[in-house]
């Protein structure tokens, strides 16, 4: 056989190879990924943009600091707040409330704050702070930013 003859024919085996292996590594990568998540970003720091994301928007008053948690997988504060006033969803009662520890600012007992809350993926961690700002006193100015923003909020 000659020479440049068998190199061709290599060639077209390896490249013939690389395409069949492609072609079964997508294959195997699509029929395992057809479910995809998708994750929204946003300034969580804007009510405008926070409240129609939430479930829940109300005012609550912490009535129990229960420590650090792992929720989701992610460090947690965690506290136990009574629902004083409604402003979206159907929040009510006493509430097991999440927020991610990486603010320096923490809640303080028998303080009132906003609360935008999203629940955990499971039931027993409660609901999920949806923003990670700095706590939000519940005053006059705070309700109206927050009834305003959900005024303007495109409906679900």
């Not at 294959?27 to 395992?32: A, E, G, K, S």
């Not at 057809?34 to 994301?53: G, I, K, R």
């Not at 009132?112 to 706590?135: C, F, H, I, K, S």
């Amino acid at each position: 056989m000659n020479k440049p003859l068998l190199i061709a024919a290599v060639s077209a085996c390896a490249a013939v190879a690389l395409a069949c292996g492609a072609w079964l590594g997508w294959n195997q990568y699509r029929t395992t990924h057809t479910t995809s998540e998708s994750v929204h970003a946003f300034d969580t720091t804007n009510p405008a943009l926070v409240a129609p994301e939430a479930t829940a928007v109300f005012t609550g008053t912490v009535l129990e600091d229960l420590g650090r948690r792992t929720v989701e997988g992610l460090p947690s504060d965690a506290y136990r707040v009574r629902v004083n006033r409604v402003l979206k969803g159907s929040a009510s009662g006493e509430m097991l409330i999440s927020q991610s520890d990486e603010t320096e600012h923490k809640y303080q007992v028998g303080q009132t704050y906003m609360w935008a809350t999203n629940p955990a993926t499971r039931p027993e961690e409660g609901v999920a702070q949806l923003y990670d700002a700095d706590p939000r006193p519940a005053d006059n100015t705070t309700i109206t930013t927050w009834t305003t923003a959900l005024h303007h909020a495109p409906q679900n």
